[in-house]
């Protein structure tokens, strides 16, 4: 199923939540909404499950309009299924009962599903393994079981399209990533269109087709992980995903010299021609280098963390603070002068070079 | 298509919305507005003249005198005994908190005509207080209960629960660090309360305190019982007496005595509020139930034994006194085997048609009116926590307003409101027991608001969505996932309504007629003609079900947990 938001706003008494949003989520397609908290990635997610109506514009969902500023399609009415962040189990039911309800109640259930529910719960069950937990209630699960519940129940009754608040916000950081990997597995089996909001970067680049990026109501860029990661169009998405150091200086064709300083040249191929324009050069710190002498930008280091495999330096130039990822052989303390280079090779190039070795 | 669908979606909301606004303005407001302008009213029009008149009448101000006394005295009681108690039950570590919880709460869940009614039979010339004077040397004789002094502790002992109960929580809420805190820096224990838990208490225990004055305002049954004999008026029932007295201009008085009543308790009502709003701030706190004054076992024993003691004495005592003056042959006789008899029991359940038909009014009314309150106020919660505007808001006030009020007044308001609706036309209401209907679920009808919101705001706005999203919207999201998890929060609510208006008093003293008695009035007309045996029996009987009735609540409610929480499982 696809579904589109054609300029869509939303508006709480005189707060703005979402500003002119436009959107194709294709069949299939995994998309995760990523921001921080308040900027309307929730708002969104609850206007497509039919929980909030916009304001203006309209959605459409498989070539039907579903809402628009006077009418909107009630939740119950639409071919959804939803994960909550907060699981929203219900706790005066066990599993079984979780799984069975849809399956019950949803109004898209295909002919074939509506003939073998009980064999549907036990297929489910099983697709999320926790078929042996079946007459549990669900104060009697882990918390990584209840998420396994909540996921069953929402895809059940296969629904086209799957909606997720932040599912993994409520687990602790090892059961997230082990969850990632279920979700993703699910995503292939199931091939229902996921739409996945989060504010984790890494959650959204690991899993998602593509990511949507927004900031204060607005989208700032649309993208495949790659594309938001490594070539950002505004300042926001680059020190948002990429943790960038967003760098002042002056472009000369694909050449970037910072804060001006002519002696110094940074290769910016890789940038896009949105910042280009505003006159920065978004330098994640793992491209940056540090060395006592030579000829990059000169700083001085006032904050330093030991991270186990790499060190985090914050060094501050021209009055400005960057932060530079080090590996641990090279040893800088606070106090340091130290010159701040761009690596050689971006990751993109060292790819090409290997290759050309491995050709050689 | 789509536009029929949608038209048909906001004339269904437009129509709820009108029926509920028209439901409002004519149960809540208009009765209101009646009384205000009746007050305001004589033959020739507007006037100033009821209020003049009333104001220059000495009687009036020997009244209010006496209602300030009264509430101010009874308020001091109940601030002091609810913060001692919350204190001792929140932060030391005594034992058994839950039953001496059950024990605080008890004058609170017996109606205050039959705690007074106990009250004098304690400390009456042959009663439990006197036998235990005569023991001690000199002639020290029981308090006169029917006097200011008995009416303002007979009331202290009713409300302190409400001071409690405000207070209790508000402790729990603070934080132990900060108190922790003022310790570490050379604070004695005694300093730090003073300056650190009384002053982030103080929002608690002042809207509990203003809690006592409202309901010590309110209240009609201590001062009927206790006052009335002695020639004591408060403000109740001196409108009471006007009423009943049927002296000349006797409606535009009481409208007008209403008015002022009235107008001190919302104001009452309102700092209230605004003291509960700002003890808000606090409410995403958890309680912390862990003592934190641990006291040695010999310190901790006395405390309890102190506690103990006064708990029993305020109402064990009492009501076990009551419960044998009711099993006396003959008023006056002492209490031993041979005079002990039930036929005071056989007289009030199977002999005094009054008393008989009243027991059937009194369940009738309770259980309508608890089913109209369950249906109407759930749904009103319900809309009120799906849609926090301020329209929904405005519409949880109104309806609180008649709660608010002071029983009589309410009872005044709805006379005049019902007795003629539209001016010339008199439906029969008034003088049936259709207006004490009428006026119970407008009374109640906040109180399962109230139960019912606290039980919606239990549940998390997701259980529901979920539901939605699985495809379930109206009877089967209701039945299968809304009901079971507000049940017992709502369950809650109903029983406090149903147990109200099966022993109301205050309202069905004024709105009763011949046929329609109720419970209360049949025992306050009992006392009143002097037969302290008959209203004790009844009156014993009264409490019993009630402790009945919470037990097969209490019951209840375990059996749903136990289903909820699926404890039996096999694992």
Redesign the interface.
């Known amino acids: 199923m696809t579904t589109q938001i054609r300029n869509v706003n939303k508006s709480f008494g005189s707060y703005k939540a979402l500003h002119q949003i436009n959107l194709d989520i294709k069949e299939g397609e995994f998309v995760a909404i990523l921001g921080p908290s308040g900027c309307g990635k929730t708002t969104l997610l609850r206007l497509l499950?039919?929980?909030d109506s916009p304001s203006s514009g309209e959605v459409w969902m498989n070539h039907k309009?579903i809402a628009n500023s006077?009418?909107f399609l009630?939740?119950?009415k639409?071919n959804?299924?939803?994960v909550?962040?907060?699981f929203?189990?219900?706790?005066?039911?066990?599993v079984r009962d979780h799984i069975h309800?849809?399956l019950?109640?949803?109004?898209?259930?295909s002919e074939e599903l509506k003939t073998s529910i009980d064999h549907r719960v036990d297929e489910v069950l099983k697709m999320v393994d926790m078929l042996h937990l079946g007459?549990?209630?669900p104060?009697?699960l882990s918390g990584g079981q209840k998420q396994r519940v909540a996921l069953a129940?929402?895809i059940a009754?296969k629904p086209s399209l799957l909606?997720m608040d932040e599912p993994l916000s409520s687990l602790d950081a090892e059961l997230r990533m082990g969850m990632r990997k279920e979700i993703q597995q699910l995503h292939q089996v199931t091939k229902a269109s996921i739409v996945y909001v989060t504010h984790d970067q890494s959650e959204a680049l690991a899993m998602a087709d593509q990511i949507v990026v927004m900031n204060k109501g607005n989208i700032e860029q649309i993208g495949t992980p790659k594309e938001i990661y490594s070539s950002p169009n505004t300042p926001f998405v680059a020190s948002f995903v990429g943790k960038a150091n967003l760098v002042k200086g002056k472009w000369e064709g694909a050449a970037f010299y910072p804060f001006h300083q002519l002696s110094i040249k940074w290769d910016g191929t890789a940038v896009t021609s949105e910042l280009r324009a505003k006159n920065l050069f978004p330098a994640r710190p793992e491209q940056l280098e540090l060395s006592l002498s030579g000829d990059g930008v000169k700083g001085i280091i006032t904050n330093v963390q030991y991270q186990g495999k790499e060190i985090h330096y914050t060094v501050t130039v021209e009055g400005e603070e960057w932060v530079v990822h080090q590996d641990i052989f090279a040893e800088f303390s606070i106090g340091d002068e130290v010159y701040v280079h761009l690596k050689k090779w971006t990751y993109g190039k060292k790819m090409d070079e290997r290759k050309e070795l491995h050709f050689a | 298509m789509?536009?029929n669908?949608?038209s048909r979606v906001q004339n269904q909301n437009k129509w709820w919305f009108f029926i509920g606004v028209g439901f409002v303005l004519i149960f809540f407001v208009l009765p209101i507005c009646r009384l205000v302008y009746l007050s305001f009213s004589s033959e020739d029009g507007f006037t100033l003249g009821n209020y003049t008149s009333v104001l220059q009448d000495r009687s009036t101000w020997k009244t209010i005198e006496n209602t300030l006394y009264v509430v101010g005295g009874s308020s001091i009681i109940a601030i002091l005994l609810g913060v001692m108690t919350a204190w001792v039950v929140a932060y030391t570590n005594i034992r058994r908190k839950k039953l001496i919880q059950v024990f605080i709460f008890f004058p609170f869940i017996i109606p205050s005509y039959i705690t007074t009614l106990a009250w004098t039979q304690f400390m009456s010339k042959n009663g439990y207080f006197a036998h235990l004077l005569s023991l001690l040397p000199g002639s020290v004789e029981p308090l006169n209960m029917y006097s200011l002094q008995g009416i303002i502790l007979v009331m202290g002992f009713s409300h302190y629960p409400l001071v409690y109960l405000l207070t209790v929580g508000v402790l729990r809420k603070i934080p132990r660090d900060l108190e922790y805190a003022a310790r570490v820096s050379g604070s004695s224990k005694w300093q730090s309360f003073q300056k650190i838990t009384l002053p982030l208490a103080l929002p608690g225990i002042a809207s509990g305190g203003f809690l006592a004055f409202i309901a010590s305002l309110d209240n009609f049954g201590i001062p009927a019982f206790l006052g009335i004999p002695g020639n004591i008026r408060v403000l109740s029932t001196y409108i009471y007496e006007q009423i009943v007295g049927l002296v000349p201009n006797s409606f535009e008085r009481a409208a007008t005595l209403s008015v002022i009543l009235g107008v001190i308790a919302l104001t009452g009502t309102f700092i209230q509020w605004l003291l509960l709003k700002k003890t808000k701030h606090m409410e995403t706190a958890v309680e912390d139930k862990e003592p934190r004054f641990l006291f040695s076992n010999r310190t901790r024993f006395t405390i309890e034994l102190l506690l103990w003691s006064f708990l029993l004495v305020t109402t064990m005592v009492p009501l076990l006194s009551m419960l044998s003056a009711s099993l006396i042959k003959a008023y006056g006789l002492p209490f031993s085997l041979e005079n002990i008899s039930l036929k005071n029991y056989q007289f009030v359940l199977l002999e005094n048609q009054k008393a008989i038909t009243s027991l059937k009014n009194s369940a009738n009314l309770a259980i309508i009116t608890t089913v109209v309150c369950l249906v109407i106020g759930t749904g009103i919660a319900y809309v009120r926590t799906k849609k926090p505007s301020m329209m929904t808001k405005g519409l949880e006030m109104i309806i609180g307003i008649p709660y608010a009020l002071p029983g009589t007044v309410l009872a005044l308001a709805m006379i005049f409101a019902w007795m003629e609706p539209i001016p010339g036309w008199n439906p029969g209401i008034y003088g049936t027991i259709s207006i004490l209907f009428i006026a119970y679920v407008t009374r109640f009808l906040i109180l399962q608001v109230r139960g019912s919101i606290t039980a919606f705001m239990q549940v998390?706005p997701?259980?529901e969505?979920?539901?939605?999203?699985?495809?379930?919207?109206g009877f089967?999201k209701w039945k299968?996932?809304l009901m079971?998890?507000i049940f017992p929060g709502v369950i809650s609510g109903a029983l406090l309504v149903f147990l109200t208006a099966l022993t109301e008093l205050t309202v069905s003293s004024l709105l009763w007629s011949s046929g329609s008695e109720t419970i209360g009035l049949v025992i306050f007309n009992f006392e009143q003609a002097g037969y302290s045996t008959y209203s004790t029996a009844f009156s014993s009987i009264i409490v019993l079900f009630i402790l009945l009735a919470f037990m097969v609540v209490a019951v209840l409610q375990k059996v749903w947990d136990r289903?909820?929480?699926?404890h039996d499982?096999s694992?």
């Open positions: 499950a039919g929980f309009l006077t009418f009630p939740p119950e639409r959804i299924g939803m909550f962040q907060s929203a189990l219900w706790p005066h039911m066990n309800f849809p019950q109640h949803h109004q898209f259930l007459e549990r209630m104060s009697e129940r929402a009754p909606l | 789509l536009q669908v949608m998390d997701s259980m969505e979920a539901a939605r999203v699985s495809g379930s919207n089967n299968q996932i079971p998890l289903r909820m929480l699926h499982h694992n």
